[in-house]
């Protein structure tokens, strides 16, 4: 949905995430390393892994979908 990158940013729509106990909704994620939103845009499809670091949901993993 929104990629910022200087933020370390990503929005996106998911499905469940059992791991962290979220029912499917559209949120925002802090990511682990800021270079993995490289190339990233808006609308594009990706599967992700996320985690909670110091009580935040982190995107740890980010791979574009096919």
Sequence with gaps: KKVDPNRGLIVLKHGD?????MPAMTMGF???????LKGVKAGQKVKFQAVMVEGKA????LK???
């Design 17 to 21: 995430i059992p791991n962290l106990g």
């Design 30 to 36: 802090d990511v682990a390393d800021k270079k993995m």
């Design 58 to 61: 982190t995107v740890t993993e």
């Design 64 to 66: 574009f979908a096919r």
